[in-house]
């Protein structure tokens, strides 16, 4: 099964990706994880990455498709997994596609969390003061001005895979103004409808 999440910052992606990997038994691949992954361990890729992250626009391309591309190849992907903040752009749309072809893989479903654009700034304050209450260090983009750069280049680049995969059938749209347990039935409801790979 190999399912994508799709959603603004602070949509709830990552929140929901936990509820999949546990149900599907699938992993999940956040291309921002291995980035920040990457920062840490000072890799020439990290030393890229770094101060384009830290300012909430898209490192490029050809980088994040070489991550997952040799991500996806590993064994623990066999049977599927889930993009948490990949593709997120057009052109990352289009490789995945060329890529899963080269594999004879397809896409099961791309699940859109859809959220007021008014709750994202007030959901990203609660997440700050409930990593400083953990007494963990917020991450360096989750401030209020990176954010709103982030929201903007959601805008921008992200939202056209909207009708992009509205257009191969492949989108599910799911209300995620609901609470969280409601979202994860919903979202249920659509992995339940998809066969194993
Ligand atoms: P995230 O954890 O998904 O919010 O990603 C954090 C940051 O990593 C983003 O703001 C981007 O700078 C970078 N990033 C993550 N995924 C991608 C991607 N698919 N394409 C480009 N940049 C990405």
Redesign the pocket.
């Known amino acids: 099964m190999i399912v994508i999440l799709l959603g603004p910052?602070g949509a709830g992606?990552?929140t929901q990706a936990a509820h999949i990997v546990e149900k599907c038994h699938i992993p999940q691949l956040?291309?921002?994880?291995?980035?920040?992954a990457a920062v840490a361990a000072g890799t020439p890729v990290g030393r890229q990455?770094k101060s384009?992250?830290d300012?909430?626009?898209?490192?490029?391309?050809e980088?994040?498709a070489a991550i997952?591309e040799e991500r996806i190849e590993q064994d623990d992907c066999a049977n599927g997994f889930l993009l948490?903040?990949?593709?997120?752009?057009l052109v990352?749309a289009e490789t995945l596609d060329a890529m899963l072809e080269k594999k004879d893989r397809s896409l099961d479903a791309v699940i859109e969390l859809r959220v007021d654009e008014s709750v994202l700034i007030e959901r990203l304050r609660t997440r700050i003061a409930q990593t400083q209450a953990r007494g963990e260090e917020p991450?360096k983009?989750d401030n209020e001005e990176t954010f709103k750069e982030?929201l903007q280049?959601y805008r921008d680049q992200t939202a056209p895979l909207i009708p992009y995969y509205e257009k191969q059938g492949k989108l599910k749209v799911v209300d995620g103004m609901a609470s969280i347990a409601a979202v994860s039935a919903e979202i249920d409801v659509i992995l339940d409808g998809i066969g194993p790979e």
């Open positions: 910052p992606k990552g956040s291309t921002g994880d291995m980035l920040r990455a384009v992250m300012a909430g626009k898209l490192v490029s391309d980088i994040v997952v948490d903040g990949f593709p997120r752009t990352q991450r983009d982030r280049v």
